[in-house]
């Protein structure tokens, strides 16, 4: 099946840093996103994000389906935005399911 | 607008013992899914449905059964718990079209 890697599996930033988070994927997909797991555990849509690129206020994330890796994008680190970032990707084939990497836990130390 | 809703929040359960956990949606998606969530891994994905009455297996069906008897719920049940089902279980629901997919706030399951 399809693997889903992100580096790097954690960080650990001062506020106010910016931080690059990378996700790669070995085939094709249908879609990506982009996910924030809070330190409480829920899971919080950050991006829906095929190809291309969107922002949202302080983050960002690019996708490059053709080389099968997205990347997310932090700037001005606060300590809200602790927790682990998980990046899935939806296949071509069958009912739209997930697949999840590992993910990448974010510390932002005041 | 509730978005996906998860009922208990939390559950402590004994071996052997059994269980339902309830997922409900109220924005008219047809797919609907159930993950769990071990320490320090990603979802995966357990059972899901891509309309009323049908359901499928994923990744790690095995010990779970699922019903989809009304499109905006879809059940999970445990028959006979086991301490290897002690995890974070996770419902998420989507349209039909490509889209992305919406998660309710999990549900806490310890099995003793």
């Known amino acids: 099946g399809i693997q889903v890697e992100q580096s790097p599996p954690d960080l650990i930033l001062q506020e106010g840093a910016n931080s690059t988070l990378r996700c790669n994927f070995s085939?094709?997909?249908?879609?990506l996103q982009w996910f924030h797991q809070n330190p409480w555990g829920q899971l919080i849509n950050l991006f829906y994000?095929?190809?291309g690129t969107k922002q949202n206020g302080r983050l960002s994330a690019t996708t490059v389906a053709t080389e099968r890796y997205s990347l997310l994008y932090i700037s001005s680190s606060q300590t809200t935005d602790s927790g682990v970032y998980f990046c899935?990707?939806?296949?071509?084939?069958?009912?739209?399911?997930?697949?999840f990497g590992q993910g990448t836990r974010l510390t932002i130390n005041p | 607008n509730a978005g996906v809703t998860q009922t208990p929040k939390f559950r402590v359960l004994k071996t052997g013992q059994s269980m339902t956990l309830l997922c409900a949606q109220d924005?008219?998606?047809?797919?609907m899914y159930w993950y769990r969530q071990d320490p320090g891994m990603g979802l995966r994905l357990i059972h899901y449905?891509?309309?009323?009455?049908?359901?499928a297996k994923g990744e790690v069906p095995d010990g779970y059964n699922v019903s989809r008897l009304k499109k905006q719920n879809f059940l999970l049940g445990l028959e006979s718990a086991a301490p290897s089902q002690t995890s974070v279980y996770f419902c998420?629901?989507?349209?039909?079209?490509?889209?992305?997919?919406?998660f309710g706030p999990g549900t806490r399951l310890t099995v003793l």
């Open positions: 899935a990707v939806e296949m071509l084939q069958g009912a739209q399911k997930l697949v």
């Open positions: 994000i095929p190809s």
């Open positions: 998420a629901s989507k349209r039909a079209s490509p889209q992305e997919q919406f």
């Open positions: 449905s891509v309309g009323e009455g049908t359901t």
């Open positions: 085939d094709s997909v249908n879609n």
């Open positions: 924005m008219n998606h047809e797919y």
